[in-house]
């Protein structure tokens, strides 16, 4: 007999922290690309820009599967 595991009811305000999060993580990314190409950072802070950059990066790609994994359990 297979036992049926119910996904815990997500809340409004987390589906609204995670939009935000999308889209400000978003923002950040284009932002440090727009001032980068313009040479907007000295040395020094390279490595530091760049580190922000590829966590906003880490963090959308992690919002992209789970909103993907929730759409692809919505209709099933």
Known sequence: ???????????ENYEQIVELSNRC??????VIDTIASRGGFRGEELATIGQLRDQGIS???LIEEEQGAT??????
Not at 1 to 11: F, G, L, N, R
Not at 25 to 30: D, G, L
Not at 71 to 76: I, K, L, P, Y
């Open 25 to 30: 993580t978003r923002s950040i990314v284009a």
């Open 1 to 11: 007999m297979t036992k049926k595991v119910e996904q815990p009811a997500v809340s």
């Open 59 to 61: 963090l959308i790609q």
């Open 71 to 76: 759409a692809q359990g919505a209709s099933e």
